[in-house]
């Protein structure tokens, strides 16, 4: 049984910072990849952030230069490191894990508010 809790999410003015924080545990095998995604309501799912196993990253392009994503793998958690935030960037924020072998794994979502 896989699990992943996320951690961090919150009430934030514009310009502000918040640090997200996900951790992996159970049986899991060689990630290959950690990402969060953010879904606000009524908008589509998005790819915020991604980091590779050779640490190599993707940003969504309205993120780039505010966040910042992170990985430890001896203790498989993943921060997701926010600043300069927007109320553009309010949002349920997802964990994800894919292994080597394709498996997804996602967490709960945490919310994340940033007002005017």
């Known amino acids: 049984q896989v699990q992943l809790v996320e951690s961090g999410g919150g009430l934030v003015q514009a310009g502000g910072s918040l640090r997200l924080s996900c951790a992996a545990s159970?049986?899991?095998?060689?990630?290959?990849?950690m990402a969060w995604y953010r879904q606000a309501p009524g908008k589509q799912r998005e790819l915020v952030a991604r980091i590779f196993n050779t640490r190599t990253t993707n940003y969504l392009d309205s993120v780039k230069g505010r966040f910042t994503i992170s990985r430890n793998d001896a203790k498989s958690t993943v921060t997701l490191q926010m600043n300069s935030l927007q109320p553009e960037d309010t949002a349920v924020y997802y964990c994800?894990?894919?292994?080597?072998?394709?498996?997804?794994?996602w967490g709960q979502g945490t919310q994340v508010t940033v007002s005017s």
């Open positions: 994800n894990v894919m292994t080597i072998s394709n498996s997804n794994y």
């Open positions: 159970g049986s899991i095998s060689f990630i290959k990849t």
